[in-house]
């Protein structure tokens, strides 16, 4: 159990143009999800949490409006990336914590965007 | 400001050898560590806590507070150990902050 879903695995987009990243929590109900962004061979920094039926409270330095994130049931949470550029070109991650239990983060498999 | 440091990004140790992953952190509150590992092409899977005060495929971890480090250690390294590993500290947010990843390499 305890399974997150990323859609779609990698996304390729012209520079301007919005995209939609999903994570879904398959099999249990996820109160809070993270959304990380990870540039190559480096670390997960996170960028915002997600809290179902609330407004995402983002991490210094993100900006909300460029990453629009919303959690609108128990086992979705949507990251848009607005207007997207090439420096906005990275492996976005999220991480779901099984409702109850906010100690434990399940990761997906991460979304490849690249921004030509 | 929290903060976790992994001082090598890369370790190669020979199959059968010991193998310590160094993991120290920096957080004003009591800190709640984590070893997270990421094999090729695979997700970030959980590999242990200190809370737990457990052994995973081999690994134990054991949070010193008066060293603020929180190691990786195995006595015997596998092949199949071969991965990216990040550690991580859980703040009162519930957030995770991660350190920026050791790749162990264990050499047949």
Redesign the interface.
Not at chain 2, 93 to 101: I, M, R
């Given at each position: 159990g305890a399974v997150?879903s990323q859609h779609p695995s990698w996304v390729i987009c012209k520079s301007g143009t919005s995209v939609k990243i999903e994570c879904r929590s398959l099999d249990f109900q996820a109160t809070?999800m993270?959304w990380y962004r990870q540039f190559p061979k480096?670390?997960?920094?996170?960028m915002a949490?997600s809290n179902e039926g609330s407004k995402a409270t983002y991490e210094q330095g993100v900006e909300k409006d460029k990453f629009l994130i919303n959690h609108a049931s128990l086992t979705l949470s949507t990251l848009t990336v607005t207007s997207a550029h090439p420096e906005d070109s990275s492996f976005y991650?999220c991480?779901a914590?099984r409702t109850g239990e906010?100690?434990?983060?399940y990761?997906?498999?991460?979304t490849r965007l690249t921004v030509t | 400001a929290q903060r976790v440091t992994q001082p090598e990004k890369l370790l190669s140790v020979f199959k059968g050898a010991p193998v310590e992953l160094k993991c120290n952190y920096s957080y004003s509150g009591s800190p709640?560590l984590f070893w997270?590992v990421q094999y090729s092409r695979?997700?970030?899977?959980?590999l242990l806590?200190h809370?737990s005060r457990e052994s995973i495929k081999g690994f134990t971890a054991d949070l010193n507070k008066g060293e603020t480090s929180f190691h990786l250690k195995k006595p015997f390294a596998q092949e199949e150990d071969s991965a990216m590993y990040?550690c991580a500290l859980?703040l009162s947010?519930?957030?995770?902050?991660?350190?920026?990843?050791t790749k162990l390499s264990v050499i047949p």
């Open positions: 997150v809070t993270f480096q670390s997960l920094m996170l949490t991650i991480s914590s906010v100690r434990e983060q990761f997906g498999p991460g | 709640e997270y695979q997700r970030l899977q959980l806590r809370i990040y859980m947010s519930y957030q995770l902050t991660f350190g920026k990843g």
